[in-house]
């Protein structure tokens, strides 16, 4: 039995809310998708700001959500329903950012590449929308800025983690402890997931593997810092 905060509870809500969806009822497609998003918060991580067991699914929550209100917009013609959808958008493009560094795989890159375009593909939709409704300058930007980074999702990853590598003159040493901290860091941040996953939490491990993730983190800035200094070509 799990806990009313857990990834697994967060999920359930997920598949209920699509049900929901499926059969057009917005209303409580709406509240379980509300339900994935409390449902998967880290409530034992009380520092002011939101903490989330797991971002894959908080992406999916947000994704299924902005359709949601994109199809209440459709059906009533409500722009609270299309700027609701916009600030949702925001929040995913956040997320995307955040995801896209744990993956090691070829394979799991490309997946999640798919996803991203999906939403970028999405989000610039909407903010066209509200170029069409208001004649608004600032929505024309904003579905520029999507477009773009639907463009280079898939380029900025393969490319920038692999070839590139070879051909900015990054010193061998760099580079291997760059995709060692990034497969650490998949590492550590997997097993935090798994751990809050079982029905008896280890908070001890949990903290361990936590203060690991932190130290990680910090080389990976030392790292990106010494890139952004030396070469900055890449």
Do not use: C, W
């Amino acid at each position: 039995i799990f806990n009313t905060n857990h990834p697994k509870i967060a999920q359930s809500y997920n598949t209920i809310a699509k049900v929901h969806l499926a059969t057009n009822n917005y209303t409580k497609s709406l509240l379980f998708y509300n339900k994935a998003i409390q449902a998967n918060k880290n409530l034992q991580k009380q520092d002011g700001t939101d903490h989330y067991y797991d971002l894959n699914i908080l992406l999916s929550s947000l994704q299924k959500k902005a359709k949601v209100y994109n199809l209440l917009y459709q059906q009533d013609q409500n722009q609270e329903h299309l700027a609701k959808a916009i600030a949702i958008y925001q929040q995913a493009d956040i997320r995307i950012d955040q995801i896209r560094g744990t993956y090691t795989a070829y394979q799991d890159k490309v997946a999640f590449a798919q996803k991203a375009k999906t939403i970028y593909h999405d989000a610039m939709a909407a903010q066209l929308l509200v170029y069409e409704l208001q004649q608004d300058q600032k929505a024309l930007a904003h579905a520029f800025y999507y477009s773009e980074k639907s463009k280079a999702n898939t380029l900025k990853e393969l490319l920038n983690n692999t070839n590139a590598k070879k051909y900015t003159g990054l010193p061998s040493d760099l580079v291997t402890l760059e995709k060692e901290l990034r497969t650490d860091r998949a590492f550590y941040q997997s097993q935090i997931t798994k751990a809050h996953t079982q029905q008896k939490r280890d908070s001890a491990k949990i903290t361990r593997f936590e203060n690991q993730l932190f130290e990680i983190t910090q080389r990976q800035d030392s790292v990106t810092r010494i890139l952004e200094k030396n070469y900055p070509a890449y």
